[in-house]
């Protein structure tokens, strides 16, 4: 009878555990919650809650994005869909073009951001950020992870793997951008403290002990150059290999 190898069993179960709470924390994004999560989270939550005013994630969002670009977490594709730097409508001008790839764990998510740009002809992904991602034909000159790091399980540290598997995907000069909500002590009001707590509490969130410089870290890691500023209770960073 093989020896019983305690290590290996428990690395099985928390790979288990661990899978839960992914599938835990996209489990709201379906239909019911879709055709409110826009409304809520970017004209009531950014603005009252988390002190961070929608304008500044648009305007974040059009500084770093390119022609090649992957939306990993894709949502409700809100900020893609308000992007007006490009438009595939006009066949004539091929700089205006967007070859626009969609990326998220819920089919759900994918399938109604995949509808919100299909005038993009998006490529829809479903995939588990913290594996590598799949043999694709290009790689990206931007990539965007708008409000998806906070609500991935593990510390920084851990979360870190996705960013080395973005990476991976990237053009050399390609530029990973995005924002994320810190922990409850970066909380500016009690509504955010209590969400934050209510959130964590039930899997939707997994941000507790998130912080800025944790973020800088995992970002220094894996670039060469990296910014990242604080709004209210919202972090917005940028990384890249070459100079921002």
Same mark, same amino acid.
């Given at each position: 009878?093989?020896?019983?190898?305690?290590?290996?069993?428990?690395?099985?179960?928390?790979?288990?555990?661990?899978?839960?709470?992914?599938?835990?924390?996209?489990?709201?994004?379906?239909?019911?919650?879709?055709?409110?999560?826009?409304?809520?989270?970017?004209?009531?939550?950014?603005?009252?809650?988390?002190?961070?005013?929608?304008?500044?994630?648009?305007?974040?969002?059009?500084?770093?994005?390119?022609?090649?670009?992957?939306?990993?977490?894709?949502?409700?594709?809100?900020?893609?869909?308000?992007?007006?730097?490009?438009?595939?409508?006009?066949?004539?001008?091929?700089?205006?073009?967007?070859?626009?790839?969609?990326?998220?764990?819920?089919?759900?998510?994918?399938?109604? =951001? *995949?509808?919100? %740009?299909?005038? +993009?002809?998006?490529?829809?992904?479903? #995939? &588990?950020?913290?594996?590598?991602?799949?043999? /694709?034909?290009?790689?990206?000159?931007?990539?965007?992870?708008?409000?998806?790091?906070?609500?991935?399980?593990?510390?920084?540290?851990?979360?870190?793997?996705?960013?080395?598997?973005?990476?991976?995907?990237?053009?050399?000069?390609?530029?990973?951008?995005?924002?994320?909500?810190?922990?409850?002590?970066?909380?500016?009001?009690?509504? =955010? *403290?209590?969400? %934050?707590?209510? +959130?964590?509490?039930?899997?939707?969130? #997994? &941000?507790?002990?998130?912080?800025?410089?944790? /973020?800088?870290?995992?970002?220094?890691?894996?670039?060469?150059?990296?910014?990242?500023?604080?709004?209210?209770?919202?972090?917005?960073?940028?990384?890249?290999?070459?100079?921002?």
């Amino acid at each position: 009878m093989p020896a019983f190898d305690v290590s290996e069993h428990d690395a099985i179960k928390q790979s288990v555990q661990f899978e839960k709470e992914i599938k835990r924390a996209v489990r709201p994004y379906v239909l019911p919650t879709l055709l409110l999560y826009d409304a809520g989270v970017y004209r009531i939550w950014n603005p009252y809650i988390w002190e961070c005013p929608t304008s500044s994630l648009q305007e974040h969002f059009d500084r770093y994005v390119r022609s090649i670009h992957l939306e990993a977490g894709c949502g409700t594709g809100y900020l893609p869909d308000r992007c007006r730097r490009f438009d595939n409508r006009s066949a004539g001008d091929l700089h205006k073009q967007w070859m626009l790839t969609l990326l998220d764990y819920s089919p759900g998510s994918l399938a109604w =951001a *995949g509808r919100k %740009l299909r005038r +993009y002809q998006p490529h829809l992904i479903r #995939h &588990n950020l913290f594996h590598p991602l799949p043999h /694709l034909s290009h790689r990206f000159e931007s990539i965007c992870l708008n409000y998806v790091l906070h609500c991935l399980p593990g510390s920084f540290a851990q979360k870190e793997k996705v960013i080395a598997n973005l990476k991976a995907v990237m053009t050399p000069e390609g530029v990973l951008f995005g924002s994320t909500i810190l922990g409850t002590d970066a909380a500016k009001n009690n509504g =955010a *403290g209590a969400i %934050l707590k209510l +959130y964590n509490f039930i899997g939707s969130f #997994h &941000n507790t002990h998130d912080t800025a410089e944790d /973020l800088a870290v995992a970002l220094s890691n894996n670039f060469q150059y990296h910014a990242c500023r604080v709004i209210g209770s919202v972090a917005l960073f940028a990384a890249s290999d070459r100079k921002l």
